[in-house]
């Protein structure tokens, strides 16, 4: 397991700005490569941003911000041991807005947080 940990508020807002880009039509505006390799790159809030504009506020969690690292970490973490298995363990298929909710529900599940 990973040293640093996000909040568990850090972990609920990423949830709350996907849920909201899918509310707002953008469910298959990215996809699962996509969620995958921004985790991997420690970029994905970012790449976010680029892909849709103004659809979601993470200005909470800038670039190199130490809740941005821990959130990476965990997310990177979950994503390993789904990948792959993505229809079987998630009930999804291409969405991959739908995937970083599951991740962020999946890191809740797990108690991958702390609190501030």
């Known amino acids: 397991m990973t040293e640093k940990k996000p909040w568990l508020s850090t972990l609920?807002?990423?949830g709350f700005e996907a849920n909201a880009a899918i509310e707002a039509g953008h469910?298959?505006?990215?996809?699962f490569?996509?969620?995958?390799?921004?985790?991997?790159?420690?970029?994905?809030?970012e790449d976010i941003n680029k892909k849709l504009p103004g659809v979601c506020d993470f200005s909470l969690y800038p670039a190199g911000s130490e809740q941005?690292?821990?959130?990476?970490?965990?997310l990177n973490l979950v994503a390993g041991g789904l990948?792959?298995?993505?229809?079987r363990k998630l009930?999804?298929?291409k969405s991959g807005l739908h995937l970083l909710l599951a991740f962020v529900l999946e890191a809740m599940q797990h108690q991958y947080w702390v609190k501030p």
Do not use: C, F
């Open 27 to 31: 469910g298959n505006s990215l996809s």
């Open 33 to 45: 490569d996509e969620i995958y390799r921004g985790i991997e790159r420690g970029t994905l809030l």
């Open 91 to 93: 009930g999804i298929e």
């Open 68 to 74: 941005s690292i821990a959130l990476h970490e965990v």
């Open 12 to 14: 609920a807002l990423v």
């Open 83 to 87: 990948q792959g298995r993505e229809r």
